[in-house]
């Protein structure tokens, strides 16, 4: 709606960036139709939807709609021509971002004051599009500008730092989901270390054991065929499948041992857990150190090896690092997928994150699946920004 | 110096290259040569032994290096690939400071060095040190490469084709470089191409090799004049063959005595056709050729001397003949290095005058 009255505004509405203004239609149109917040008297009920303009103060919606209007001029060719419009998208969609979560908390505070000490805030799906569609157009205008990552870094560091405050300020604490924060304060901070402490101990052998397997590929032609096949069938078996298709021998491992029961190795819990987290990282770990390796070119290693350099010379000095971005490109996917899968581990008594989810799903708690949710989320994205930075930094000196 | 005996290669049971001894003396510039499949690149990686020999010895000066572990001699051969095979991660100067490295040289030494071979090849040290080498044009990273194959001053420096993905005016710089080079270094240069003209610019001795054999193995001149069989004859190319023999004479072996003249304003170009004189200038420099041109009917009777027309002592007589032919003129002006007429090389002079073997060969 509000985008189409800046489309008619201008009668020749040239459209310079497609993907931004079907972003800020797709914002107007979801703040219009569906439910900002959803007021409910218990945890366990749904509850009323209310709508944007109804929970929202006016000043905030009236900022919220120029924000709109001036992010659709600037998908429009005038007034903002190519960079300057980028730059106006970079300012103003961090701010709509913030602002709806800014209106969302303090909508929440309000609302609880009159309202029974059990009620509860919770976010709309209209919240979720107004909070993923700005998201979306900075992400795009990175994209059109090209800008460094140094820069790209910076520019996040800051938005997650405002974000941050809001949660630590306690502004959003009248929110459903950080109330089931506050009440499992505990148990979060023991599952997220869990969470992370499977992935990291699922990666540190998957790394132990790919890196020399996708050498071998390389190096042996023969074994590629075999070693590519059993890989890739772990990786077509469904993950709770795994999970449980390997509680019942180790029980038996565990039993017939009493060595490796003092080791805590048991049926359920961590070690089936990092035992299929490890096999489903090792295809992508062995394939991208194999591609790596693969990829350095023949006459460099003719000449590295015409100048009198060693085999191990030539695997340290000149394999190892070319192929490395794609070594470390195959570590990101490995993360992100383990960050994922972790919280499947925690149907078999794994712990992690997962098992706020599970909990949730149980109770018909859906902000307790949330607190699950999001924090994975999160964590994913984290993991995937940092490991992109590293993969940057990997490549060679000026072919960054 | 470095020598083969009887180096042999077998894949499979079949003899790849066969029983090639040849001997390449210090400072010289050996190219072998050969179609495709003739075993020429397979002989020079047997020789730092990228290619482990089936059968043979390999001297380097007196020194039996067969048997020495391949690491140690080939930091002690230079080589230099067709694709330069630089290491994309290294600047130029790590690039280059590898076989020093290698040897364990301290930093100040190979540092100098460094700036030493960008000289030699005129790269400035200042702006190409720290650059990678996909910022080099394809000129200047085939440069670099060789310069990092004579970095640690090898004994003997080994190319394979090491100008055959560049394009042509780039080669034909890149060549006379390595010859200016050559002559700087004196180094003993062994270079695989299948490029006969780069073969007879470059080099001082030239094998043909056919089927893993070594048909014939000498100089430039000789190749053209006495080849060994029917093959050497046809892979020399039989079309252009007088004008191959004349890429290897020199303007100086058909120098004549320039006919300057010494009234100038009296000169009759009608007495005969073919009569010419030059005019010169209180320095002795050339003014202008009087007659000389092609047809007798030509406008201009008076041929201002202009800087393309002129030949030098150490110009090639097919350059010399090719300007003759281009700028329509029956004579060139051989000119010293500030310009002074020294003497004449004249198109009768190509076609009647044949330079005694001796004269011919000495250049070489």
Redo the contacts between chains.
């Keep these: 709606m509000l985008s189409t009255q800046a489309s008619n505004g201008r009668t020749r509405p040239l459209v310079a960036n497609r993907v931004l203004l079907t972003l800020v239609i797709a914002a107007a149109i979801a703040a219009a139709l569906l439910s900002f917040v959803a007021m409910a008297p218990n945890r366990l009920v749904s509850g009323e939807s209310i709508n944007l303009i109804v929970a929202l103060r006016p000043w905030q919606w009236i900022i919220l709609i120029l924000l709109a209007l001036l992010l659709a001029s600037c998908a429009l060719t005038r007034p903002f021509s190519s960079p300057s419009s980028h730059y106006l998208t970079l300012i103003a969609a961090p701010l709509w971002l913030i602002l709806v979560l800014y209106g969302l908390g303090d909508y929440a505070n309000r609302a609880l004051q009159e309202a029974s000490p059990s009620a509860r805030v919770s976010q709309g799906a209209a919240f979720w599009i107004l909070v993923f569609c700005p998201t979306l157009m900075i992400l795009d205008a990175f994209q059109r500008l090209q800008t460094n990552l140094g820069l790209r870094g910076l520019y996040t560091l800051i938005l997650v730092a405002v974000v941050a405050a809001l949660f630590v300020t306690g502004h959003l604490d009248g929110l459903a989901i950080m109330h089931e924060y506050a009440n499992n304060r505990d148990q979060f901070a023991d599952e997220f270390i869990a969470h992370l402490r499977l992935v990291a101990s699922a990666l540190g052998p998957a790394l132990v054991i790919g890196l020399p397997l996708g050498l071998l590929a390389h190096r042996r032609a023969g074994t590629r065929g075999a070693l590519f096949g059993v890989l890739n069938f772990f990786q077509t078996i469904p993950s709770i499948a795994l999970f449980a298709l390997l509680v019942a021998p180790l029980a038996a491992l565990s039993e017939a041992l009493p060595l490796l029961r003092e080791l805590g190795i048991k049926g359920i819990g961590a070690t089936p857990a990092i035992i299929a987290l490890v096999m489903y990282a090792l295809l992508p770990i062995v394939r991208n150190t194999y591609a790596g390796f693969d990829g350095v070119?023949a006459?460099?290693l003719?000449?590295?090896?015409?100048?009198?350099?060693?085999s191990a010379?030539i695997l340290w000095r000149?394999e190892i690092?070319?192929a490395l971005p794609v070594i470390l490109a195959g570590l990101r996917i490995v993360t992100v997928q383990a960050i994922g899968l972790t919280v499947v581990a925690a149907l078999i008594g794994a712990g992690g994150l997962g098992a706020f989810i599970f909990q949730g799903l149980g109770q018909y708690a859906i902000d307790l699946v949330l607190l699950g949710a999001i924090p994975t989320i999160a964590l994913a994205v984290v993991a995937d920004f940092l490991l992109q930075i590293l993969v940057a930094l990997s490549r060679?000196?000026?072919?960054r | 110096m470095i020598e083969l005996q009887g180096l042999t290669k077998t894949y499979a049971g079949k003899d790849v290259v066969k029983d090639v001894s040849l001997r390449i003396e210090s400072g010289e510039f050996g190219v072998l040569i050969g179609p495709s499949g003739c075993g020429k690149s397979t002989t020079l990686r047997m020789i730092n032994r990228l290619i482990p020999l089936t059968q043979g010895r390999i001297f380097l000066g007196e020194e039996d290096v067969t048997e020495l572990p391949a690491e140690q001699l080939r930091r002690r051969i230079g080589y230099a690939i067709q694709s330069t095979g630089l290491f994309p991660h290294w600047t130029v100067a790590e690039n280059i400071a590898v076989v020093p490295g290698l040897l364990k040289w301290d930093k100040s030494r190979t540092s100098q060095r460094v700036d030493e071979l960008l000289n030699l090849f005129h790269l400035d040290a200042g702006e190409f040190r720290d650059k990678y080498p996909h910022q080099l044009s394809g000129g200047q990273a085939q440069r670099v490469g060789v310069a990092r194959a004579l970095a640690a001053d090898p004994e003997v420096l080994l190319m394979d084709e090491p100008f055959g993905a560049v394009d042509p005016l780039t080669r034909d710089v890149l060549q006379n470089e390595m010859l200016r080079v050559h002559q700087q270094t004196g180094k003993t240069i062994v270079f695989v191409t299948h490029d006969m003209d780069e073969a007879l610019k470059l080099a001082s001795r030239i094998a043909i090799l056919n089927a893993g054999r070594l048909v014939q193995y000498d100089r430039p001149i000789e190749l053209l004049t006495q080849p060994a069989d029917d093959f050497v004859r046809s892979f020399i190319g039989k079309a252009d063959l007088g004008l191959k023999l004349l890429s290897r004479r020199w303007v100086h072996q058909y120098q004549q005595p320039a006919r300057v003249l010494e009234h100038p304003a009296s000169f009759d170009n009608d007495a005969a056709s073919a009569a010419y004189g030059w005019e010169v200038d209180a320095q002795g420099r050339a003014l202008c050729l009087h007659g000389g041109r092609l047809h007798a009917d030509e406008n201009e009777q008076r041929t201002q001397v202009t800087h393309e027309w002129t030949a030098t002592p150490d110009m090639t007589m097919k350059e010399a003949l090719s300007r003759m032919v281009w700028f329509r003129v029956m004579v060139l002006p051989v000119l010293d290095d500030k310009e002074r007429l020294v003497g004449e090389v004249a198109m009768q002079g190509v076609m009647g005058h044949e330079p005694s073997k001796q004269q011919a060969l000495g250049q070489e």
């Design positions: 070119a006459t460099t003719e000449a590295a090896r015409g100048m009198g350099m060693t010379q000149v690092p070319l060679p000196p000026g072919a």
